[in-house]
């Protein structure tokens, strides 16, 4: 076995997204693809001589070829151990405990999240930081910037890892050590809950349905529901990780987790349906007969996290995302905590993390979380729900009830118009960023624009800006529109609408959201000319 220097040229497009690099896993396994990323991951970071990574994956397809090669690649480079998950197995969440955990200098995540698995979809790799959490931006830059110098990758000429058995073993002169991907992970869990509550509350037959989606929570939700928590058998559905995920599209939201959602508005439906994506940083809360949205989810836990021995000195401050909705903040303000807004992606609320600034965070893509990882945690919530429901004896269609009752409620939707050609969605949002400064005043059917803009972050931690996050236009009475360019896609783009309408009367707190929207709805398409730019007749994904 000996180190080899491969000589290669730039591939254009390895530019990080809002959450790593996603390309066709085709793409991904081009000669020289993967090589050329993880080499300058590598060069990007100041090289990996001497340190320790962590090293795992969703289990989605090529997920064991390339951390073979990604080990190779890190032995060759000097790299003085790597600990990896089982089988290649790793959720974002329980890397991010890992790293963290064993102090390691960094990770490399293998998932395209909630995007398909297989070789005719995607596929994704990212690299995290010291602290557990997803790269910043001026880390991604520098990355991005190596992939367009690069000329050559270091990679040994052989040697095999047998992912499947636990232990240690040396790969060159690198130091490999398989870890369960579970045990950590569910160590930390019983350390924030109150399991035995938790446990009661199954013991009296509260039913629940967990839905894995065929991703990597299954091993995950397996052990800490079913046996740590006394749930019974069958609780988790589909919580065998498969490399396509059974076909379908990890992404748990009420149109790809369909099947819990029709389990959930059945007659019979259990008191409890959760659901997590590929890597197992999302999650969707769903009571019987109730959706939770996302936005709603991050506002209930704000305020009821201290139910959770974790968190029952209270929380320092709760960030979100600038597109999730503000009942988050409503929570904050009427409690007297700090509240943040965020551009989209977790990578943005690490620092207020590690700042102590905030304790939970939020966006409304599905992800919540907080201090105790650097990446949003699918399980986490579901299990921070359970102890809510555990404590209070309510269920989730009363604790939202109540919830909307004591701080309005805020109206959420969003629209995804997805495989949009570029240039008309490029189009799209650069004709609205020029008609910003005329649109406060303007009337679109009965709504009167009160603001618009761009939004851009400063970072309180580090004084950093990211500009170009998204586009916002306010409405008189507490509406919202935004408009924003997906930076996970894979094919052309996706045009996010994010629509919000606040909501304080009483009488009207039980509405269908798309209806009680309707207005904002209308206003976004007549404002961006939605229909006529993309040539589609609605959206493709409404969640
Ligand atoms: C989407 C979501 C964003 C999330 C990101 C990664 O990004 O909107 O909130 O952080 O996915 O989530 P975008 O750029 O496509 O809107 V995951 O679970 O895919 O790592
Ligand atoms: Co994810």
């Known amino acids: 076995m000996s180190i080899q220097t491969v000589q290669t040229t730039p591939i254009a497009g390895q530019k990080p997204g809002t959450s790593g690099l996603r390309k066709k896993t085709a793409v991904f396994m081009e000669p020289g693809y993967l090589e050329n990323y993880t080499q300058a991951i590598f060069d990007g970071i100041g090289g990996v001589e001497g340190k320790t990574l962590v090293v795992g994956g969703d289990g989605r397809y090529f997920n064991d070829v390339a951390i073979g090669t990604i080990l190779r690649m890190a032995a060759a480079n000097g790299a003085a151990k790597c600990i990896v998950g089982q089988g290649g197995l790793l959720s974002t969440p329980a890397a991010s405990h890992l790293i963290r955990k064993r102090e390691a200098d960094g990770g490399l995540i293998l998932s395209a999240s909630h995007n398909p698995g297989g070789p005719k979809a995607d596929f994704g790799l990212k690299y995290n930081g010291p602290n557990g959490g997803p790269a910043t931006e001026g880390v991604t830059e520098k990355i991005f910037a190596r992939t367009q110098e690069i000329d050559a990758y270091r990679i040994l000429d052989g040697g095999e890892v047998d992912l499947g058995a636990l232990g240690d073993s040396a790969l060159g002169d690198m130091q490999i050590e398989i870890v369960d991907p579970v045990a950590d992970y569910a160590e930390l869990m019983g350390e924030l809950f109150d399991f035995d509550a938790i446990a009661r509350l199954f013991k009296g037959g509260f039913r629940m349905c967990f839905d894995a989606m065929h991703a990597v929570t299954g091993p995950y939700a397996h052990e800490i529901l079913e046996n740590r928590l006394g749930a019974p058998a069958g609780t988790v559905m589909n919580g065998v990780p498969s490399p396509d995920f059974g076909g379908g599209h990890p992404d748990p939201?009420?149109?790809?987790?369909?099947?819990?959602?029709?389990?959930?508005?059945?007659?019979?439906?259990?008191?409890?349906?959760?659901?997590?994506?590929?890597?197992?940083?999302?999650?969707?809360?769903?009571?019987?007969?109730?959706?939770?949205?996302?936005?709603?989810?991050?506002?209930?836990?704000?305020?009821?996290?201290?139910?959770?021995?974790?968190?029952?000195?209270?929380?320092?401050?709760?960030?979100?995302?600038?597109?999730?909705?503000?009942?988050?903040?409503?929570?904050?303000?009427?409690?007297?905590?700090?509240?943040?807004?965020?551009?989209?992606?977790?990578?943005?609320?690490?620092?207020?993390?590690?700042?102590?600034?905030?304790?939970?965070?939020?966006?409304?893509?599905?992800?919540?979380?907080?201090?105790?990882?650097?990446?949003?945690?699918?399980?986490?919530?579901?299990?921070?729900?359970?102890?809510?429901?555990?404590?209070?004896?309510?269920?989730?269609?009363?604790?939202?009830?109540?919830?909307?009752?004591?701080?309005?409620?805020?109206?959420?939707?969003?629209?995804?118009?997805?495989?949009?050609?570029?240039?008309?969605?490029?189009?799209?949002?650069?004709?609205?960023?020029?008609?910003?400064?005329?649109?406060?005043?303007?009337?679109?059917?009965?709504?009167?624009?009160?603001?618009?803009?761009?939004?851009?972050?400063?970072?309180?931690?580090?004084?950093?800006?990211?500009?170009?996050?998204?586009?916002?236009?306010?409405?008189?009475?507490?509406?919202?529109?935004?408009?924003r360019l997906s930076g996970t896609g894979t094919d052309g783009a996706t045009l996010r609408v994010y629509l919000e309408q606040l909501e304080t009367d009483a009488a009207a707190l039980g509405k269908d959201p798309q209806e009680a929207l309707a207005g904002i709805i209308a206003a976004a398409d007549a404002l961006a000319e939605i229909k006529v730019r993309t040539g589609r007749d609605g959206p493709d994904v409404i969640t």
Request: net charge negative; hydrophobic share 40%; proline share 3%.
């Open 253 to 483: 939201n009420p149109v790809w987790a369909k099947a819990l959602m029709d389990i959930m508005y059945a007659d019979d439906a259990p008191d409890f349906g959760a659901a997590s994506d590929g890597d197992g940083d999302r999650n969707m809360i769903v009571g019987a007969h109730c959706y939770v949205s996302p936005s709603d989810s991050l506002a209930l836990l704000a305020d009821k996290a201290d139910l959770a021995p974790g968190y029952a000195g209270g929380l320092a401050g709760v960030a979100r995302s600038m597109p999730t909705s503000a009942a988050a903040d409503r929570v904050a303000e009427a409690k007297g905590m700090a509240s943040f807004e965020t551009p989209t992606g977790w990578k943005f609320f690490g620092n207020l993390l590690d700042a102590g600034k905030v304790t939970l965070c939020g966006e409304e893509s599905a992800g919540t979380g907080s201090n105790h990882v650097r990446e949003k945690d699918g399980l986490w919530a579901v299990l921070l729900w359970l102890n809510i429901l555990a404590k209070t004896g309510k269920s989730v269609s009363e604790l939202m009830a109540d919830h909307w009752v004591s701080y309005g409620r805020n109206y959420y939707s969003r629209h995804d118009y997805e495989a949009v050609d570029s240039d008309a969605a490029n189009d799209l949002i650069a004709n609205l960023r020029g008609r910003l400064g005329d649109l406060a005043g303007q009337t679109v059917g009965d709504l009167t624009v009160s603001g618009a803009d761009e939004f851009s972050y400063d970072d309180p931690v580090d004084g950093s800006t990211s500009s170009g996050q998204g586009i916002r236009i306010y409405f008189e009475g507490g509406g919202r529109v935004v408009f």
